[in-house]
C-alpha cells in the first residue's frame, strides 16, 4: 500500500513554495498524493486562488474554510479554532500516514495542531528561520516542536532546529523551495506579461509587497504610509502592488493600497498573481520593494535587489542584493533609489541565492518515501548541543555499493 502524504496549503505564496513538492509526491510510484486547501485560498477577496489548484491539474480532497468577515485579533483567533475542527474531521476521513506542511501562518499551525493529537506524524518545511516582525515567529517554532520530520533551507536553520531540541537525524538541510520553483517553472516573454497585466513595462518598474506587521498592528498600518509616500517620491516608476496577506489589519491595508493607486495611472493593484506570471513579471522588474520573504527567498535567484523595509523579516539569512531601510519614507526612497542604480542592479545580477540552487522539491520527496515511520511519534528532546554543520546543500549521495539515497541529516557528510 502507497504512503498517503496530505498537504495543506492556505495562501498563494505558500503554494508557490509546494507546487512542484506536491508535483514529485503525486508523480511517486510508493507516495499518493492528498490536497487539502484552506485559508486566503478560498476567499474571494484575495483572488480565489484555489482556482490556481485546480487549474495545476491537482485533485483537491478537503476545502477547510476557516477565514471569517474580520481581520482583528479575535476574528484570527476564530479563524484557528475552525481550522482545528476542520482540520480534525478531514484527517479522521482520510487517515494521512504523514501530514506536510510549511511555514508558520496561523491557518497551518491549526492543521499541525490538529494532527498532533490525532496521532499522525508532520513533516514541516522551512523551520529554523526566524522573522521578529510577525507573531508567525512563535508559530514557526511550536510548529518545529510538534513536527517529527523537518526540512530546512540553510545550514543556520538547521542549526537552530536542533537547538530546539529536535533529533538530528530527522532534520535534512535541503534547500528553499522557492529557488526550486523558479529553475522549474519556463517564464513568460515580456509581451505575454504585459498582456497578462494589461500594461506596457518600463524602467523602472517595481514591484511592491507589503503585508501586515502582526506584532505591532499600528506601525504597520504607519510603515504602509511611509512606503506609499516614498513611492510618491518616485513618479517616474512604474509600481505594481499585490495585495496583503490575511492577517491581523490587512484589510484597512487594502482599502489604504486601493484608495492610493486611484489617482496615479501608472500604479497597478492586483489581488495576487499566479507563480509563472510573478515569476516573469519579477525577471522584468527592477526591484521588489516591502517586506515580503518573496524578496529574500525568490528575488536574488533573478539577479533582482530588494528594499526590505522594516522588522517583519529581521533575522532571515539575506543575499547582498537585500538592501535593509528604516521604514520612513525618506530611508525607503533612498533604498529605491539605491536599488536602481546602474552599478547596484549589475553588482546583484551575479549575486549568490543563500537558499540553493534547486532540487529541494525532489530530496524531500525522496525522504517522504524511504523514511521509517516507526517510533516516529516518540519524541525526544535531544540536547546533547547543537551541531553547526556548514556543508554545502546536496542531493542524492552513492553509497559504496553505487546505491543512492536521500541526503541525511548532515547534509551528505
Not at 529557488?179 to 517564464?187: K, S
Not at 486601493?258 to 496615479?264: K, L, P
Not at 489581488?271 to 527592477?286: D, I
Amino acid at each position: 500500500m502507497n504512503r498517503r502524504i496530505a498537504v495543506v496549503t492556505g495562501s498563494r505564496s505558500e503554494y508557490g513554495l509546494l507546487r512542484w513538492l506536491m508535483r514529485d509526491i503525486a508523480a511517486h510510484d510508493a507516495l499518493d498524493l492528498y490536497v487539502l486547501v484552506t485559508g486566503a485560498h478560498l476567499s474571494p477577496e484575495h483572488g480565489l486562488t484555489v482556482r490556481e489548484i485546480e487549474e495545476d491539474g491537482f485533485t483537491i480532497h478537503r476545502r477547510i474554510d476557516t477565514l471569517l468577515s474580520s481581520d482583528s485579533a479575535q476574528g484570527i483567533g476564530k479563524s484557528m479554532g475552525l481550522g482545528v475542527i476542520g482540520f480534525a474531521g478531514a484527517f479522521a476521513e482520510l487517515r494521512p500516514d504523514v501530514l506536510v506542511v510549511l511555514g508558520d501562518r496561523y491557518e497551518i499551525f491549526a492543521a499541525v495542531a490538529a494532527a498532533a493529537v490525532a496521532n499522525i506524524p508532520v513533516a514541516h518545511l522551512h523551520g529554523g528561520e526566524v522573522t521578529l516582525g510577525a507573531y508567525d515567529e512563535g508559530l514557526r517554532h511550536a510548529m518545529t516542536k510538534l513536527s517529527h520530520l523537518h526540512f530546512v533551507a540553510t545550514a543556520e536553520y538547521r542549526a537552530r532546529v536542533v537547538q530546539l531540541g529536535e533529533d538530528p537525524q530527522h532534520v535534512y538541510l535541503v534547500g528553499g523551495l522557492g529557488v526550486d520553483a523558479i529553475r522549474r517553472t519556463t517564464l513568460l516573454t515580456k509581451t505575454e506579461v504585459e498582456t497578462q497585466l494589461g500594461i506596457a513595462l518600463r524602467e523602472p518598474t517595481l514591484m511592491v509587497a507589503f503585508h501586515p506587521v502582526t506584532l505591532e498592528e499600528e506601525a504597520g498600518e504607519r510603515e504602509l504610509i511611509e512606503l506609499l509616500a516614498a513611492l510618491d517620491s518616485c513618479p517616474d516608476a512604474q509600481c505594481i502592488i499585490t495585495m496583503p496577506n490575511a492577517d491581523t489589519g490587512g484589510r484597512s491595508m487594502a482599502t489604504r493600497i486601493h484608495a492610493f493607486a486611484a489617482t496615479r495611472p501608472h500604479v497597478l493593484v492586483v489581488p495576487s498573481l499566479e507563480q509563472r506570471l510573478y515569476f516573469s513579471t519579477l525577471a522584468l522588474a527592477t526591484a521588489l520593494v516591502g517586506n515580503s520573504s518573496s524578496g529574500l527567498l525568490e528575488a536574488p535567484s533573478f539577479g533582482k535587489p530588494t528594499v526590505n523595509v522594516g522588522d517583519r523579516q529581521h533575522g532571515r539569512q539575506k543575499a547582498e542584493s537585500v538592501i535593509d531601510c528604516r521604514p520612513t519614507r525618506a530611508a525607503i526612497g533612498a533604498a529605491i533609489r539605491r536599488a536602481c542604480a546602474p552599478e547596484f542592479q549589475h553588482r546583484c545580477a551575479s549575486v549568490r541565492n543563500p537558499y540553493g540552487d534547486g532540487g529541494a522539491s525532489q530530496r524531500v520527496t525522496d525522504v517522504l518515501a524511504g523514511v521509517s515511520l516507526l517510533g516516529l511519534l516518540k519524541k525526544r528532546f535531544h540536547s546533547t548541543g547543537v551541531d553547526t554543520v556548514s556543508s554545502p546543500i546536496r542531493g542524492r549521495q552513492r553509497g559504496e555499493d553505487g546505491a543512492t539515497g536521500p541526503i541525511n541529516a548532515h547534509g551528505g557528510d
